[in-house]
């Protein structure tokens, strides 16, 4: 992921939309590489398991303590998996509706959310808050002149 821009940058910005698109932008940083971590833990795990259930094979299943390890590391990495990818989509999906709701709000020289309303936008959106931010034409998210004239275009 990019970094995120310099404060002079984000002109028009107030403090705390500042705050809040960098805090949403930090946390999917985090998350988004920690569920491309979690799959490939997966993977290698699984190539592992393969190894360990064919040295155990020949061995009763009360002494192939390998295999039921790996079995148990196994499940304890899927759930982090599905964990990781879950909050990667939640924090994705804030940080769209988050950042549609500011650059509206600059297109539209509309007041600035306050503390309250951008906590709120860093929560998970629903389906439906998700589906009406990408369904919003570019052009409403240009400020003022470059709106009508992307719209004449």
Known sequence: ?????APEALAGLTTAERQALRSTTRACRLLIPA?????????????????????????????QAGTAAMDDL???????????R???????????????AILQRL?????PSDVDR????QEEPTIGDLHRVLLVPAADLLPGDANIEFAQQ
């Open 1 to 5: 992921m990019p970094n995120f821009p």
């Open 35 to 63: 569920s491309f971590e979690s799959r490939a833990l997966l993977e290698r795990l699984a190539s592992q398991g393969d190894d360990i259930e064919e040295d155990e094979a020949e061995l009763p299943d009360t002494l």
């Open 74 to 84: 196994t499940a304890v990495a899927r759930a982090w998996h599905e964990n990781a």
């Open 86 to 100: 879950r909050l990667a989509v939640q924090h994705a999906a804030a940080l769209t509706v988050l950042g549609t």
């Open 107 to 111: 297109a539209y020289d509309e007041p």
């Open 118 to 121: 951008l906590s709120a936008l």
